[in-house]
């Protein structure tokens, strides 16, 4: 029921509240931007869709689900502030804060937030952004810690103090949960998108709300029996995580004597195995869904399981070579560390994250001690995970979802060929040149071609290029020339260039508006400095001159097809269609329509990069 | 005694072995080199040194000339590596590395130690290098464990646990304490660069050695009848942390009965201003030190003061409406907890770090149900220690030394004028022309002409930019050329464009040598634009052009002194000269002679940046 009215939600009223929305935002924070992703809309049903999916007892996470939702108070409350609204650099500054506090605040972890935002979300983060950030998630964690939600008093959800340290030979158990979380993740990302995949081309399949309440009966079913899967994700990981000496309310019968047998081992792979088919076949359905507690859950089942094996083994063999460093009479292995470091392990392996992770662990749980064991654990996940693929799930989600995010982590490799070989050459251009044109022909020319700016040139046998005018600024100028007071006729010429006999009453001069130091590279450069001029400058397009000539131009946009092999797919799409290709993209599902917000006849939205020069040419 | 030798060892073996290093290791990962600041020599001189300087009981820490030492080691390794060595941004990846795990064993702290090096040090901190940095400052700390040196079996150095939470009226006294660092910090790093203003501009004060050795008599003079300052500071913060039930060894009588007492507060807070005026003329001595260890302990002393002075007042006023909250017959004041806020605000106001401080407070300690209020107190102490100077102590050090350090913290304001207006103008520049040179012509040039490059235009009446020749790559080929086999004689022609017509084996085709896409901009760009070049691409200078006309050329360091307000002295220094100022800057003292590696007749160093385009324009 909950699940069903969830699934409901999302499909009538926003049906970006669907999923983690973390892919969704980390594109947004590359530079592009998604319509309604951020709105209000997304903001209500987004919360209310989490209430009643966690509610639903689904395999399913709030964490992710909360910084979209802290993202999309941060994009509503900053349209208050035109001076931050209007400028695009500063207003992803703030998304970045607001994603560290929405993990500030899933996690009760205010350190691990920034470096969520910082190491998973952020495509630029200066120095600047941490303060901010750090400030954010401080501010989030204390209101929070006001509320006191937990009524604990604290700010940390699975303390747990262990009384014992580790010992030398657990980094073999420890190295082995490392590699465990890694085949975790890279398993858990290939069916997850194999789901994925079978679901879009499964026509026959019913639609996405049948799927959800399938899915959730299906959960329901599978969990009942299981007595680790009838509870709460966090209740279990909390009862996980917590050492035996300490536990007070022992809901799962994990500390009882004879606890630590073959039955519970077996009872808690089987439930680690469970685990992954549901999360995988439950993240990517129509609801809000994270991925984050799910995989600690799996970690955290399997890394019990091997410290109890541990557990039996020491107390069976207690002379065996690798036990001599444990005190007589006191417990020597604490399977609870294992679940910890399990389930840092899993997270690890599936988004790929390090430092966070760790921060994130031991925020959530203070287990100071364990900082090694955890970073080691981390580190091999990491490293086995990444055999199987490079791409974590929030990059794979970003890739099957075809969002045109420029990967700047530099594990992309770059062809190395000229950038003229993919650019658009001046042939294919629609180019205005300086004279010549009137009112009338510039708009007919607006009305043709649907670009989001046009490169001028002096005259079309000579290309010198003078500057590039926005097809807003364009549209703005022949519109307002038109209307009182000037009002033109159509018929009026307009200029780029310096013109002295003109009567500056009876023409129009627009080299005012005109971009007159477009950023250009020379001819012959290589692909991998134009990549780096889009990653680093922010730039949306930069035109390639040869001794002041044009000769073409190449937008952050052809630079993604190429580098995601969707070469052939750009082509097809009409090759002389340098700007807005999102929209221009044939057979485009009625959801991604208008995705990028570059469409014809849309409202432009105009985005200035981080250099914050000018505007037109940054996207 | 000690610091004489440590004194006397810098001086005969390695000047670069004073100080912290943290300022130029800033500089050297902003892209510039200082010779033999990494060399084998600085490594032996500073770990010798800083193993006598920490003997000497002086109120100076290990920390910043530990990551010196761990950056010279990795220095000097990597040489074993050429593809590392030769790449100027992978080498930048290792000591930003090396500096993670420099703090990862000073303090134990691994996470701190990444964060630390991309917070304080790094320029360029790609997601590669987080990882990189992770797993050295892991194994690190890994090692440390392994050794073991404090013999406790833990990493942490100062481990904590407080039996006791905080109470919300105690954020009253923790503003405070943030309030207390931040004035702290601005007013050290007043004190200490005033300090060395004097010590530069008294030409009467003995020589260093002397110096140090006055100091150090000074030191030992007032530490000694002070209790507090007797010990090693890192006892002391230790001592300072701890909570009462839990100490065992109460060496400063802390919390003997009665330390509670207006002689105690009193006592502490004169160590603490004691201790500031020893730091601030210490720091700057020609010794190894850093400035971490007496910032916190000076922090400790005085948050440990507040913590006692709360104490009595508490206990002498239980029924104030404040102490409600307290539980009878149970400590409510944790002095301990007030002396780690200290701490950690000091930290920040003098450093101005936020993300690491905290994480490093937390590592240091455990003290994890703190970490909202050191998190408060950090914050605080930032705003503050902003107010009296944007600078912290490193950036302070940088911008006293001169160091070309182009700040990317986005503080410095960039006025907004063309970049034309500080640039080199063409008629300035020394270029070459495509045609009418001579092998001698252009050896002449070279002898004639320090600069490190070249631009290269096609005839000087209409100075179309054709490419960029290094003077290295000019060198090489100049002098290979008239060697066997080739043994072409001096009065060959030499040529950077299509020649049709000439003969290959009797004339020198330059082309291949020369940078034929060389980087540039349009004449009319801001300055601001041609920054962001210079700090996001890495470039070391960029041309401007007008329809493919060269105009003038732009170099990293005529921005840097833009930027730092030292106009006049590169005019004075000499107008023309685009490249390699550092050398040709006037008056310049021996020490610095050399510093940058630009210099003329040196050995050519040639530096790529993160985007490795080429080589001959970054640096």
Redesign the interface.
Same mark, same amino acid.
């Given at each position: 029921m909950f699940a069903l009215s969830a699934s409901l939600l999302v499909k009538e009223y926003a049906v970006y509240a669907k999923h983690s929305g973390i892919p969704e935002i980390k594109t947004v924070l590359g530079g592009f931007i998604i319509r309604r992703f951020l709105g209000l809309w997304t903001l209500i049903t987004k919360s209310l869709g989490l209430v009643l999916a966690v509610a639903s007892g689904m395999w399913l996470g709030k964490e992710g689900p909360l910084v979209h939702v802290a993202c999309c108070c941060a994009n509503l409350f900053i349209k208050l502030f035109p001076s931050i609204n209007n400028n695009e650099a500063r207003k992803r500054e703030v998304l970045s804060a607001a994603a560290a506090s929405g993990i500030s605040v899933a996690f009760g972890s205010?350190?691990g937030g920034?470096?969520f935002s910082l190491?998973q979300l952020s495509y630029y983060f200066?120095?600047?952004t941490?303060?901010q950030s750090?400030?954010c998630a401080?501010t989030a964690?204390?209101v929070l810690?006001a509320f006191d939600p937990f009524r604990s008093?604290?700010?940390?959800m699975y303390?747990v103090?262990y009384s014992s340290?580790w010992h030398g030979f657990e980094l073999v158990p420890f190295v082995l949960l490392g590699l465990l979380g890694g085949v975790y993740g890279g398993l858990f990302i290939k069916a997850n998108m194999w789901v994925a995949r079978w679901r879009k081309s499964a026509t026959w399949l019913p639609g996405p709300v049948i799927q959800v309440v399938a899915v959730a009966i299906l959960t329901a079913l599978l969990n009942y029996p299981n007595n680790y899967m009838r509870a709460q994700c966090s209740d279990l990981v909390s009862n996980l995580f917590s050492e035996c000496s300490k536990l007070t309310d022992d809901q799962f019968g994990l500390c009882k004597t004879g606890a630590a047998s073959a039955g519970t081992i077996i009872l808690l792979i089987f439930a680690a195995v469970l685990g992954f088919f549901l999360a995988a076949i439950t993240f990517g359905l129509q609801i809000p869904a994270g991925i984050i507690l799910p995989s600690m859950a799996i970690g955290a089942l399997v890394g019990r399981a091997i410290g109890i094996i541990m557990e039996i083994w020491q107390h069976n063999h207690p002379n065996f070579i690798a036990f001599r460093s444990c005190e007589p009479d006191v417990p020597c292995i604490t399977p609870g560390t294992y679940a910890i470091i399990g389930a840092a392990a899993a997270l690890g392996g599936v988004t790929r994250m390090?430092?966070s992770i760790?921060?994130i662990m031991?925020?959530l749980t203070?287990a100071?001690?364990y900082?090694?064991p955890i970073?080691?654990a981390v580190?091999i996940s990491?490293w086995v995970g990444d055999a199987f693929s490079r791409r974590g799930i929030y990059e794979s989600w970003i890739h099957f979802n075809e969002y045109p995010y420029l990967d700047?982590?530099?594990?992309i490799p770059i062809p190395d060929i000229p950038a003229s070989q993919i650019m658009t050459r001046i042939e294919d251009l629609v180019v205005l040149t300086a004279t010549g044109h009137t009112i009338a022909s510039l708009t007919a020319v607006m009305e043709q071609h649907p670009y989001r700016g046009f490169p001028v040139v002096s005259d079309p046998r000579d290309a010198?290029?003078l500057g590039y005018i926005s097809r807003a600024e364009l549209a703005y100028i022949l519109h307002a020339s038109t209307q009182p007071p000037r009002l033109l006729p159509p018929e009026t010429e307009a200029f780029f260039a310096h013109q002295p006999l003109a009567d500056p009453r009876t023409t129009l001069d627009l080299r005012q508006w005109m971009d007159?130091?477009?950023?250009?590279?020379? #001819? %012959?450069?290589?692909l991998?400095?134009a990549v780096?001029?889009f990653q680093?400058?922010g730039l949306r397009y930069v035109m390639f001159?040869? #001794? %002041?000539?044009l000769q073409g131009l190449l937008t952050k946009k052809d630079v993604w097809y190429v580098l995601n092999g969707a070469e052939e797919t750009r082509r097809t799409a009409g090759r002389g269609e340098p700007m807005g290709g999102g929209v221009a993209r044939e057979g485009g599902d009625g959801e991604r329509e208008g995705l990028l917000g570059v469409g014809r006849g849309e409202e432009e939205v105009e985005v200035v990069s981080?250099?914050?020069?000018g505007g037109s040419n940054l996207l």
């Amino acid at each position: 029921m909950f699940a069903l009215s969830a699934s409901l939600l999302v499909k009538e009223y926003a049906v970006y509240a669907k999923h983690s929305g973390i892919p969704e935002i980390k594109t947004v924070l590359g530079g592009f931007i998604i319509r309604r992703f951020l709105g209000l809309w997304t903001l209500i049903t987004k919360s209310l869709g989490l209430v009643l999916a966690v509610a639903s007892g689904m395999w399913l996470g709030k964490e992710g689900p909360l910084v979209h939702v802290a993202c999309c108070c941060a994009n509503l409350f900053i349209k208050l502030f035109p001076s931050i609204n209007n400028n695009e650099a500063r207003k992803r500054e703030v998304l970045s804060a607001a994603a560290a506090s929405g993990i500030s605040v899933a996690f009760g972890s205010p350190i691990g937030g920034v470096l969520f935002s910082l190491e998973q979300l952020s495509y630029y983060f200066p120095d600047k952004t941490m303060w901010q950030s750090f400030v954010c998630a401080m501010t989030a964690a204390m209101v929070l810690e006001a509320f006191d939600p937990f009524r604990s008093g604290k700010l940390v959800m699975y303390q747990v103090t262990y009384s014992s340290v580790w010992h030398g030979f657990e980094l073999v158990p420890f190295v082995l949960l490392g590699l465990l979380g890694g085949v975790y993740g890279g398993l858990f990302i290939k069916a997850n998108m194999w789901v994925a995949r079978w679901r879009k081309s499964a026509t026959w399949l019913p639609g996405p709300v049948i799927q959800v309440v399938a899915v959730a009966i299906l959960t329901a079913l599978l969990n009942y029996p299981n007595n680790y899967m009838r509870a709460q994700c966090s209740d279990l990981v909390s009862n996980l995580f917590s050492e035996c000496s300490k536990l007070t309310d022992d809901q799962f019968g994990l500390c009882k004597t004879g606890a630590a047998s073959a039955g519970t081992i077996i009872l808690l792979i089987f439930a680690a195995v469970l685990g992954f088919f549901l999360a995988a076949i439950t993240f990517g359905l129509q609801i809000p869904a994270g991925i984050i507690l799910p995989s600690m859950a799996i970690g955290a089942l399997v890394g019990r399981a091997i410290g109890i094996i541990m557990e039996i083994w020491q107390h069976n063999h207690p002379n065996f070579i690798a036990f001599r460093s444990c005190e007589p009479d006191v417990p020597c292995i604490t399977p609870g560390t294992y679940a910890i470091i399990g389930a840092a392990a899993a997270l690890g392996g599936v988004t790929r994250m390090t430092v966070s992770i760790v921060v994130i662990m031991f925020e959530l749980t203070g287990a100071l001690t364990y900082v090694l064991p955890i970073m080691v654990a981390v580190m091999i996940s990491k490293w086995v995970g990444d055999a199987f693929s490079r791409r974590g799930i929030y990059e794979s989600w970003i890739h099957f979802n075809e969002y045109p995010y420029l990967d700047n982590s530099e594990e992309i490799p770059i062809p190395d060929i000229p950038a003229s070989q993919i650019m658009t050459r001046i042939e294919d251009l629609v180019v205005l040149t300086a004279t010549g044109h009137t009112i009338a022909s510039l708009t007919a020319v607006m009305e043709q071609h649907p670009y989001r700016g046009f490169p001028v040139v002096s005259d079309p046998r000579d290309a010198i290029l003078l500057g590039y005018i926005s097809r807003a600024e364009l549209a703005y100028i022949l519109h307002a020339s038109t209307q009182p007071p000037r009002l033109l006729p159509p018929e009026t010429e307009a200029f780029f260039a310096h013109q002295p006999l003109a009567d500056p009453r009876t023409t129009l001069d627009l080299r005012q508006w005109m971009d007159q130091t477009p950023l250009t590279l020379p #001819r %012959g450069s290589r692909l991998h400095l134009a990549v780096s001029y889009f990653q680093k400058l922010g730039l949306r397009y930069v035109m390639f001159v040869d #001794r %002041g000539v044009l000769q073409g131009l190449l937008t952050k946009k052809d630079v993604w097809y190429v580098l995601n092999g969707a070469e052939e797919t750009r082509r097809t799409a009409g090759r002389g269609e340098p700007m807005g290709g999102g929209v221009a993209r044939e057979g485009g599902d009625g959801e991604r329509e208008g995705l990028l917000g570059v469409g014809r006849g849309e409202e432009e939205v105009e985005v200035v990069s981080p250099i914050g020069d000018g505007g037109s040419n940054l996207l």
